[in-house]
């Protein structure tokens, strides 16, 4: 009915000329069938007339709803399928549900345990519920402080990503999701750090009151009532050192610190070096301790002692039967500490994962050229020796010249293979075999000059070029990486969807070139390209990219394998390419935001029943969106599972 | 290092110390801990703490992220004036707010935490920073564009009526082609 209601509205303002109000009512409906167009044709006049006022009216409510949902979303326009919902977030949430009945096992186990436990019966009774919530707090903390680590071995996950044998696409989508799950468990670890510190305040406490004078080996406190403060040992002062540095790592890993001042956040965060060695000495000293002998002595029988003797003259048999069953004292024994147990698979892991990165970037890179793009962009291309990556990955730069310390990270646009051969007229007088030969990959970053580091780069490399005498002395530069992005899965569905941002069409560009050299090797069918910018200045780097891929394709009698669509946000002044070899961008410019509801629905229809991946790398606004969409229901039966790059 | 706002980072830790110190309290004031007041007194200073830390600072550079809800905060702390906008006031006075935590066990962490978030305004205000509260902007419309005020005057030049008025003769030329089929079928 409101397809209907469109066209028809279409066809009125466009069959003004034509005058006929029944050809105008038929030809809106033959879209569907001719049948309804025939019966409708049935009517009165006076039915027709009324008829098309409402549906115009109809057609104008929808249009507007249409317009409004794109961008405000009203909750009425986009109800959450529950297939679309399972195929976006149903792995995530698997995984979440996962770790949280974990957590939620270790503490519940350990908090039985140590409160039914036999070995603990006496400390229990001396120090009660704070001893289990302590204890317990503690192993969810062992668990998540070495699940923390597992998130952050970017080259191993790198690795786990490229191996396609290993994994499915749903396990490698899950992989994006690594920062997400490092965050959670830092959320808990902060959680269960508070829960922990608060139990052991009040065990501290009750070591001091309850002073036990049956058991003075269970004590920690010398005497009854000795001043709390004093009682800490070295599980005490670790613990408040524990907990200051991760005060210092929690506040300056705020979304608000990572995007002003990464630097407060790295270095911050790099004392967790610190904190996991803290950590593993923190149970030295064995505050609390277990019971050994249980079977010699039963938790309780002492209590059973003096209370038989003062029952005189009864069950003298029980008398015997429990005083033979409390044969000796009660043992007790501190525990070992165990958390190295779980700490130091993980912690090694990553070490050694953090010492092949700088090994690996220990390498400087040569650059091969430098090229300035309009609106501030400079576009780098590098060579470095056994350099292999694959389209959509990305490097992280670090320019001492400009900064020591600072790392960022870019997208590569360009991955070409170089074989070079050295030498050539020694390798005449020798056999062809010894001839060496260098397999090197030129890349290429395209980096906007927005911030201090990018602007001193800028400035450095302008230097570089001005002082030719010495320019490696300013210009060394090291790459780390390839990393593994969520883009590289462009290549694995039968129809994708990609949508940039400004600068954030850089993963797509790698995807472009990828698809120049060869696209039938792919199991991708369609690419649907959407590119939003602010000013039509931008297009330009990477317009003869997008020429060439589309005249390839057109050569190749494949015009609908890329389907591109650019729109420039900023409506004002007139703005159109000029130039003749950018006529299939120009005829394929559109002023204004896009409407992705509507983008959204006709690519379902182009597509029914398959599975389209959404890419999208740009501001916050549209990954929202388009998220929300992904997520709601579809006529078409077409699923779109939503894939976001994280840092762009 | 770049333009670090140190101002930042300490509103950070201060808001996170005083929460430390209000939980320190409200264990040592739940379980009767010896020396409670100290508790009690950590409970109201952690309070006091997390209203003046909430509302955050407008940067000097770049775009700001308000806390949610931040508004109501934003206009009481602005009242004090240069009181709450000076980070040495603020440095001296979370260092003389975290001395009494240090005296009783369960508020320690929250003393030398925020003792901490001091000595890093005392960075910040040596820098010469200072609050600036982010209030909402009102929109200025961008001024129409002088040539939509004075619409033409005169209708556009046209040839003489003669010449635009079609020949009835010659019909060929007056047709009208229909972009769509007029005829029924």
């Given amino acids: 009915m409101s397809r209907q209601a469109e066209m028809s509205l279409r066809v009125k303002c466009g069959g003004m000329k034509s005058g006929n109000g029944l050809r105008a009512d038929r030809s809106g409906v033959t879209g569907d069938g001719a049948d309804t167009g025939r019966s409708a044709g049935r009517h009165t006049e006076g039915g027709r007339a009324a008829g098309r006022t409402a549906l115009l009216a109809l057609g104008r409510t929808e249009a507007l709803l249409e317009s409004s949902g794109s961008c405000g ?54 120090l009660g519920l704070g001893l289990c919530i302590s204890r317990a707090s503690a192993s969810v903390l062992n668990l998540n402080c070495s699940l923390v680590l597992l998130p952050m071995c970017r080259s191993l996950l790198t690795f786990v990503r490229g191996t396609h044998a290993v994994s499915s696409r749903k396990t490698r989508r899950l992989l994006d999701k690594s920062k997400t799950f490092h965050v959670a468990c830092g959320v808990a670890i902060c959680v269960f750090s508070v829960v922990h510190v608060s139990a052991h305040l009040v065990n501290v406490v009750n070591f001091s009151v309850s002073y036990s004078d049956d058991f003075p080996a269970l004590n920690l406190a010398r005497y009854r009532g000795e001043d709390p403060k004093m009682i800490i040992l070295i599980p005490g002062i670790t613990g408040v050192l524990l907990v200051l540095i991760l005060f210092l790592m929690f506040t300056s890993s705020s979304y608000c610190i990572r995007v002003s001042n990464y630097e407060i956040f790295w270095y911050t965060h790099n004392l ?102 309009p609106c501030d962009v400079i576009e780098l291309r590098m060579l470095k020796k056994n350099f292999k990556a694959r389209p959509g990955q990305y490097i992280v730069l670090n320019c001492p010249g400009v900064s020591s ?128 910018c602010r000013e039509l200045q931008s297009f330009y780097w990477f317009a003869e990219l997008l020429c060439a891929l589309h005249h390839k394709l057109w050569q190749e009698n494949r015009p609908d394998y890329f389907n591109l669509k650019l729109y420039i946000s900023q409506t004002d002044g007139l703005q159109s390419m000029s130039e003749e070899k950018y006529r299939p961008l120009s005829s394929r410019l559109l002023v204004g935001r896009p409407k992705w509801k509507l983008l959204l629905d006709e690519i379902g229809k182009s597509n029914k029943h398959k599975r389209v991946g959404v890419f999208c790398c740009g501001p916050k606004g549209i990954s929202r969106t388009l998220h929300r969409l992904c997520n709601s229901a579809r006529s078409s039966g077409t699923t779109f599972e939503f894939n976001k790059e994280s840092f762009c | 290092m770049g333009q670090i706002e140190w101002a930042m980072w300490a509103n950070e830790q201060a808001l996170a110390a005083g929460l430390i110190l209000l939980t320190g309290g409200v264990v040592g004031v739940a379980g009767q801990f010896r020396g409670w007041e100290f508790a009690a007194y950590a409970v109201a200073a952690g309070v006091f703490v997390c209203l003046l830390e909430y509302p955050r600072s407008k940067r000097a550079k770049g775009t700001s992220v ?120």
Wanted: net charge neutral; proline share 7%; with cysteine.
């Fill in chain 1, 272 to 373: 967790f070096i610190i904190f996991y060695i803290i950590l593993m000495v923190h149970m030295v000293g064995g505050a609390l301790k277990y019971q050994t002998n249980i079977e010699a002595h039963p938790p309780g029988c002492l209590r059973a002692n003096q209370s038989s003797t003062e029952q005189q003259g009864e069950d003298l048999e029980q008398r015997e039967d429990e005083e033979g069953r409390c044969r000796e004292d009660a043992h007790f024994q501190p525990h070992y500490p165990q958390t190295w147990l779980w700490v130091s698979g993980p912690l090694c892991l990553y070490c050694v994962e953090r010492f092949y990165r700088y090994i690996r970037s220990s390498d400087p890179v040569t650059i091969v050229t430098v090229v300035r793009h």
């Fill in chain 2, 66 to 185: 308000a806390r949610s809800g931040q508004y109501c905060f934003t206009v009481c702390v602005k009242a004090f004036g240069p009181l709450t906008r000076n980070y040495y006031v603020r440095a001296f006075l979370h260092a003389a707010i975290c001395v009494p935590g240090g005296f009783m066990l369960a508020t320690v962490l929250g003393c030398v935490c925020l003792g901490i978030a001091s000595l890093i305004y005392l960075a910040a205000a040596i820098r010469g920073e200072h609050w600036e509260p982010i209030l909402p902007q009102k929109d200025t419309r961008k001024p129409v564009a002088q040539s939509i005020k004075n619409p033409p005057q005169n209708p556009p030049p046209r040839p003489p009526a003669e010449l635009r008025r079609k020949p009835a003769k010659d019909l060929e030329s007056a047709a009208y082609d229909n972009p769509m089929s007029v005829t029924d079928e």
């Fill in chain 1, 405 to 532: 310390f600072e790392n960022h990270p870019f997208t590569l646009t360009t991955i070409e293979c170089v074989f070079t051969c050295f030498i050539v007229t020694n390798c005449l007088l020798f056999n062809s075999s010894q001839c060496p030969t260098e397999n090197k990959e030129t890349f290429g970053i395209h980096l906007r000059v927005v911030g201090d580091w990018t602007g001193g780069f800028k400035h450095t490399h302008s230097l570089g070029l001005l002082l030719y005498f010495c320019p490696r002395c300013i210009f060394r530069l090291y790459v780390d990486g390839p990393f593994g992005s969520p883009s590289e899965e462009v290549f694995n569905y039968d129809v994708s969807l990609c949508v940039a941002g400004g600068i954030g069409v850089t993963p797509f560009a790698c995807v472009l070139h990828a698809l120049l050299d060869g696209w039938t090797g792919f199991r991708l069918q369609r690419l649907y390209f959407v590119w939003v």
């Fill in chain 1, 73 to 126: 979303a009203p909750e009425g326009t986009m109800v959450v399928s529950v297939r679309s919902w399972v195929a976006n977030e149903g792995g995530k949430h698997l995984v979440l549900m996962l770790w949280l009945g974990g957590n939620t096992w270790l503490f519940m186990n350990t908090f039985l345990l140590y409160s039914t436990g036999q070995q603990y019966h006496y400390l229990y009774k001396m």
